[in-house]
C-alpha cells in the first residue's frame, strides 16, 4: 500500500532529536507558518461551507462534527465553546468522537476503522442538518459510515482533512483539502494537520454564528455573561453599542437578566425590557434590523 502524505517524512526536520531545545522550537515555528497559507489557498470552500452551515441553522438544523482521535476531540472542542459565546442550545453545535467518550482521554483501539460505528452514530442526522468529517488523513472507515448514513437522509456534508486523495474526498459534498505537507514528527498530525482543522472549525462556527446575527460589528452581543469578566465585558459592549455610560449600562443589564441585545435595544429605542424583547423576537434576535436607522 503507498504511503499517503500525512505519513511523509519531512526533510527540514530529520534531524530535529539533535538539535539545542531553541532551534527546536524554530523548526516547530518555521512548519506552523505554513499552515496559515495552505488554510488561506481553500478560502472559497470555507466560505461555502459557512454559507451552507448558516442556511441549515436558519432551517433548525444542527451543526455536527464528526472525527476520529485529535480530529473529534478538536471537533467537541469546537462545539463546546459555542453555546457560552453565542449563547445557543447545546445541541446546536455538536462533536462526535470515533469511540464514544473515553476516545476523549484514551486511544480507543480500532474506533476510526470502524465503519458500522459510524454509520450508528450518524443516525443523530436529519436532512436539516449539516455533518462535518474531519480527518487529517480522510481515510477512517468511521467517517465513510457517517457519510453512508448522512446520504440516506440528505444531510449536507462537509469535510476538512489535509489529503487529496483520502477516501472520504469523493464522498462529501463540499471538500476543504488543506495540505500542509509532512509533520513535523512523521505521522503526528496533532501539529500542522490539527492546527489547520482548528482553525478552520474557528471560522466555520464563528462565520456561520455572524451570518445568523450572533454578533454585531465584531462583539458578542449573545454571550453568556456567567462571571465577573464576562459581565464587565458586557457592560463595554452595551455602552459602546449604545452609546451610554457604563453606570447606565451596567444598571440596564442588570434589569434583564444581562442580556446584552435586548439592554441595547431598550436604551438606544427608548423602550422598556419587556418591548425590547418582542422587537428582538420581531426581527428574528437580528440586532441590526432591530436597531435600523437608530444606529
Known amino acids: 500500500m503507498s504511503e499517503i502524505i500525512t505519513e511523509y517524512r519531512n526533510d527540514n526536520t530529520k534531524d530535529i532529536d539533535l538539535l539545542p531545545t531553541i532551534d527546536i522550537v524554530h523548526k516547530m515555528n518555521e ?17 461555502k461551507a459557512i ?52 476516545a476523549m482521554r484514551f486511544a480507543v483501539e480500532g474506533a476510526e476503522d470502524n465503519y458500522e460505528a459510524g454509520y450508528e452514530d450518524a443516525k443523530i442526522l436529519t436532512d436539516k442538518d449539516v455533518a462535518v468529517v474531519i480527518s487529517a488523513s480522510g481515510n477512517p472507515k468511521y467517517l465513510l459510515g457517517v457519510l453512508a448514513y448522512a446520504e440516506e437522509v440528505g444531510c449536507k456534508t462537509i469535510g476538512i482533512t489535509c489529503n487529496s486523495e483520502g477516501k472520504i474526498v469523493d464522498e462529501v459534498g463540499t471538500l476543504i483539502c488543506v495540505e500542509v505537507g509532512p509533520e513535523v514528527i512523521a505521522g503526528s498530525s496533532r501539529l500542522k494537520a490539527g492546527t489547520a482543522q482548528k482553525m478552520i472549525l474557528n471560522m466555520l462556527s464563528t462565520g456561520s454564528m455572524i451570518k445568523i446575527g450572533k454578533t454585531y460589528e465584531n462583539f458578542m452581543i449573545d454571550l453568556k455573561a456567567t462571571n465577573e469578566k464576562l459581565k464587565d465585558r458586557s457592560i463595554r459592549i452595551v455602552s459602546e453599542i449604545a452609546g451610554v455610560n457604563i453606570s447606565t449600562a451596567f444598571k440596564t443589564l442588570r434589569n434583564c437578566n444581562w442580556k446584552i441585545k435586548p439592554a441595547i435595544v431598550s436604551i438606544v429605542k427608548n423602550i422598556s425590557i419587556e418591548e425590547a424583547e418582542v422587537e428582538l423576537r420581531r426581527c428574528c434576535g437580528v440586532l441590526r434590523r432591530v436597531l435600523g436607522d437608530n444606529k
Open 51 to 102: 454559507d451552507i452551515i448558516s442556511k441549515q441553522f436558519l432551517l433548525g438544523g444542527h451543526l455536527i462534527y464528526f472525527g476520529a482521535g485529535t480530529s473529534g476531540r478538536l471537533g467537541i472542542l469546537d462545539a463546546s465553546e459555542c453555546p457560552p459565546t453565542f449563547s445557543v442550545e447545546p445541541d446546536m453545535v455538536q462533536g462526535v468522537i470515533a469511540g464514544g467518550y473515553d
Open 31 to 47: 512548519e506552523d507558518k505554513i499552515v496559515a497559507r495552505a488554510v488561506e489557498y481553500e478560502a472559497e470552500k470555507i466560505a
